[in-house]
T-cell receptor, first 114, second 113 residues
Framework: EPEVTQTPSHQVTQMGQEVILRCVPI?????FYWYRQILGQKVEFLVS????????KSEIFDDQFSVERPDGSNFTLKIRSTKLEDSAMYFC????????????FGSGTRLTVV | KQEVTQIPAALSVPEGENLVLNCSFT??????LQWFRQDPGKGLTSLLL?????REQTSGRLNASLDKSSGRSTLYIAASQPGDSATYLC????????????FGTGTSLTVIP
């Protein structure tokens, strides 16, 4: 079964550093997403991406965050200057088309900011 | 404001028991609802997707129902097994807020051998 692949599985970074989380969505999917889950809390939407641009973003997705599809297979989330409160599990997901579809999630990247 | 409530927050049952997990959400107009399984420290595995036009979906020992008018979904697990132990998350996509899912906090299930 096709999978969404995320790397790395765990990243530790110093506060103020930039991190890039990587995802390879399912190859024939057109919509890509990032969600996060702070320990013990709900999974929260960050951003959706379609046709090489952001289609929706939440209030969490402020200027320190950016997304990019640098080539035909990768989808990245960059956090420019990490804060302690950015520590969370970050999930990438993809769907074939838009609102009528469910998502396939990756296994997540656990980001720890120290 | 979109809210998803899952009851109970935790459930412990002996192996072989049938069980029901409940999910309620605040919108009656939705695109779809998806149930996920999450193992500790792991990703989200999709279990069932129910479209707005559907009343239920089945996969193996799992059956999910959807009642939009009351804003409820249930996940029924038949003949539970220790391998079913995980957190079960309900997520729905309201019809008027774009293409994002709203998640509940989950039900943590433990199946005792």
């Amino acid at each position: 079964e096709p999978e969404v692949t995320q790397t790395p599985s765990h990243q530790v970074t110093q506060m103020g550093q930039e991190v890039i989380l990587r995802c390879v969505p399912i190859s024939n999917h057109l919509y890509f997403y990032w969600y996060r889950q702070i320990l013990g809390q709900k999974v929260e939407f960050l951003v959706s991406f379609y046709n090489n641009e952001i289609s929706e973003k939440s209030e969490i997705f402020d200027d320190q965050f950016s997304v990019e599809r640098p080539d035909g297979s990768n989808f990245t989330l960059k956090i420019r200057s990490t804060k302690l409160e950015d520590s969370a599990m970050y999930f990438c997901a993809s769907s074939p088309t838009g609102v009528g579809d469910g998502y396939t999630f990756g296994s997540g990247t656990r980001l720890t900011v120290v | 404001k979109q809210e998803v409530t899952q009851i109970p927050a935790a459930l412990s049952v002996p192996e072989g028991e049938n069980l029901v997990l409940n999910c309620s959400f605040t919108d009656s107009a939705i695109y779809n609802l998806q149930w996920f399984r999450q193992d500790p420290g792991k990703g989200l595995t999709s279990l069932l997707l129910i479209q707005s036009s559907q009343r239920e979906q089945t996969s193996g020992r799992l059956n999910a129902s959807l009642d939009k008018s009351s804003g409820r979904s249930t996940l029924y697990i038949a003949a539970s097994q220790p391998g079913d132990s995980a957190t079960y998350l309900c997520a729905y996509k309201p019809a008027n807020t774009g293409n994002q899912f709203y998640f509940g906090t989950g039900t943590s299930l433990t199946v005792i051998p």
